[in-house]
């Protein structure tokens, strides 16, 4: 079975720019959840999305938004970019909501200039 | 709130020597517990867990007891390898509402 898969893997955004990251969960995994990962913050959790809706948001301003599609491929998007938003941005699945082991991607490397 | 506490590094080990890293954490109701290591370039990968007290995870020599009195899941190997240099994480998820939490992450560096 396929890992997930995160796409880019790496990209560079200017301030002010918006930037999506995609996600493609592990055949079968309706749970996509994302985490920022940073030197200063640690791993930070960002929403998780159960069949196409968001089931948790953790404590991120409004231009971190989120969508799920019926594939269970996932997109994030972070609007008016700033240099605070660089980081390695992963994305994790599960089965199921219910479940609570998580597999992660490789990550998208951001960086914000 | 629920949180996560795991011993600031770096830890820098001989081959062969033993490890401990210590976790302690903080929740309400009945979390799970984990750790998962982070090798460079990559994403987390789920190293062992513990779903209740006194269960004990192992995966590829290391070992983590979830003792619920003293709040704690310390992770050990008995003799590490260089290739076990990386970054270990400790988490936490609440069984009911799913929330994860990380620790800070120890950084493992082992030397020949």
């Known amino acids: 079975k396929a890992g997930v898969t995160q796409t880019p893997r790496y990209l560079i955004k200017t301030r002010g720019q918006q930037v999506t990251l995609s996600c493609s969960p592990i055949?079968?995994?309706?749970?996509v959840s994302w985490y920022q990962q940073t030197p200063g913050q640690g791993l930070q959790f960002l929403f998780e999305?159960?069949?196409?809706?968001?089931?948790n948001k953790g404590n991120f301003p409004g231009r971190f938004s989120g969508r799920q599609f019926s594939n269970s491929r996932s997109e994030m998007n972070v609007s008016t970019l700033e240099l605070g938003d660089s980081a390695l941005y992963l994305c994790?699945?599960?089965?199921?909501?219910?479940?609570?082991?998580?597999?992660f991607g490789p990550g998208t490397r951001l960086t914000v200039l | 709130g629920n949180s996560v506490t795991q011993m600031e590094g770096p830890v820098t080990l001989s081959e062969e020597a033993f490890l401990t890293i210590n976790c302690t954490y903080t929740?309400?109701?009945?979390?799970?517990l984990f750790w998962y290591v982070q090798y460079p370039g990559e994403g987390l990968q789920l190293l062992l867990k513990?779903?209740?007290?006194?269960d004990k995870g192992s995966n590829k020599g290391f070992e983590a007891t979830y003792r619920k009195e003293t709040t704690s899941f310390h992770l050990e190997k008995g003799s590490v390898q260089v290739s076990d240099s990386a970054v270990y994480f400790c988490?936490?998820?609440?069984?009911?509402?799913?929330?994860?939490?990380f620790g800070a992450g120890t950084r493992l560096t082992v030397k020949p």
């Open positions: 994790a699945s599960k089965p199921s909501a219910e479940n609570n082991e998580q597999f």
């Open positions: 055949s079968g995994h309706r749970s």
């Open positions: 999305y159960f069949s196409e809706t968001q089931r």
């Open positions: 929740a309400t109701g009945y979390p799970s």
């Open positions: 513990a779903t209740k007290a006194d």
């Open positions: 988490a936490l998820v609440r069984n009911d509402n799913n929330d994860m939490r």
